[in-house]
């Protein structure tokens, strides 16, 4: 069986070794030895100043929503994980749903400030497949009307922009590190800021509001992550770059043996040194995809409708005429891939696919 994903696993020696530390420690949470290393290892690799680890890539975001969003509206994309939706639901705001770009796939910046009113308290969108929103014009909006942008950057573990980090744009950016993404620590994920003054915001929050032990700062919650999964990260973080190099051999097969004047490929920004993170295909229609579909799926073959549906047809928000996002959700399909997917089968795969859209 060949599915969309498969999560790297180190060396179990690796693993073991880190495990080791942690009983001569004795010390399971809370700042420990080994997640004080893992921020610092993350930090120095990817080329950012402020990190805080945490318990999963979803808290980050609702944290962010949390110290910036007010209740209010928040500018979104309908064309991401639902985390990016659920979580602006659940901090109380109101997602409004600016439709996404037909070839990068990323909110269409030229769309965002119609969608802005006197209620409007942030912007959270994502950095989808690891491909940059455009920054430059969001960071323009954002300054004019005096918002936060926050970024969803789940998907964006070693992509720079401009020579530089990914996460060190927008007012907070957010990364996953769970066991399906490129990088990860079982559960997991990051927050990412540029001054201290945000940190200390955001740090307090993932830790209850505490301001030492015996004082609050204010509301908080507990985003904190366990030295078990600061040990994942220890072990995977040496084999990144080999991963990362893997990775782009899968692509830059499927870009070889695919046929692109039957389906479209993402189109990824300018200026981007990017991650490999996933390999969507556009179909031609919704037909046609669910046709490929099942043609893999006999063939014991499973790739992943990222990202349908749409998220403004969930059914907590209202809908907003989002139409390409509509469409394309309908017909978007990520490949199989992953560290050591090998040759052959990429070959089936394209072989498949083509077969079946004659
Ligand atoms: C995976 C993902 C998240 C959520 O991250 P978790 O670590 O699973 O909580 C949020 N946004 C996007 C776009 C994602 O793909």
């Known amino acids: 069986m060949i599915t969309v994903t498969k999560t790297f696993f180190p060396p179990i020696e690796d693993?073991?070794?880190?495990?080791?530390?942690i009983w001569e420690y004795k010390w399971l949470t809370n700042n420990g030895q080994l997640s004080k290393e893992l921020t610092a290892n993350l930090k120095e690799y990817l080329g950012v100043n402020y990190l805080i680890p945490m318990t999963n890539g979803t808290l980050p975001i609702q944290i962010a929503l949390n110290a910036y969003a007010n209740q209010g509206e928040v500018i979104t994309t309908p064309f991401s994980y639902v985390a990016t939706t659920s979580s602006i639901v659940w901090e109380k705001c109101t997602p409004v749903f600016v439709d996404i770009h037909p070839e990068y796939l990323t909110i269409d910046e030229t769309k965002i400030e119609q969608a802005i009113t006197s209620k409007t308290s942030a912007i959270l969108v994502t950095h989808v497949y690891g491909n940059p929103c455009n920054i430059e014009a969001i960071e323009a909006i954002a300054n004019n009307h005096g918002l936060k942008v926050i970024y969803d950057a789940a998907h964006?573990?070693?992509?720079?922009?401009?020579?530089q980090s990914l996460f060190n744009y927008g007012d907070v950016s957010i990364c996953s590190f769970h066991a399906t993404k490129l990088f990860h620590t079982g559960e997991g994920g990051a927050l990412f800021c540029k001054d201290e003054v945000t940190?200390?915001?955001m740090l307090y929050r993932h830790n209850f509001g505490h301001n030492g032990p015996l004082e609050y700062h204010g509301l908080g919650i507990n985003a904190k992550i366990s030295e078990l999964q600061a040990a994942m990260g220890l072990s995977v973080l040496p084999y990144i770059d080999q991963i990362i190099e893997d990775r782009k051999r899968v692509c830059e097969l499927y870009d070889a043996?695919?046929?692109?004047?039957?389906?479209?490929?993402?189109?990824?920004r300018e200026n981007t040194k990017w991650n490999y993170s996933y390999y969507p295909i556009i179909f031609n229609s919704e037909?046609?995809?669910?046709?490929?579909e099942k043609f893999l799926s006999v063939n014991?073959?499973?790739?992943r409708r990222y990202f349908y549906p749409s998220l403004s047809s969930l059914p907590y928000v209202n809908k907003d005429d989002t139409?390409?996002?509509?469409?394309?959700?309908k017909r978007v399909m990520c490949l199989p891939l992953y560290y050591q997917l090998e040759e052959k089968n990429i070959r089936k795969i394209c072989d498949l696919i083509l077969d079946s859209i004659q």
């Open 156 to 163: 964006c573990f070693g992509v720079t922009y401009k020579g």
């Open 300 to 303: 014991d073959i499973f790739p």
């Open 15 to 21: 693993y073991k070794s880190q495990l080791d530390r």
């Open 199 to 201: 940190y200390k915001e």
């Open 257 to 268: 043996l695919l046929d692109f004047s039957k389906v479209s490929r993402l189109k990824i």
């Open 287 to 292: 037909e046609t995809l669910l046709k490929v």
């Open 323 to 329: 139409p390409i996002a509509d469409k394309l959700s």
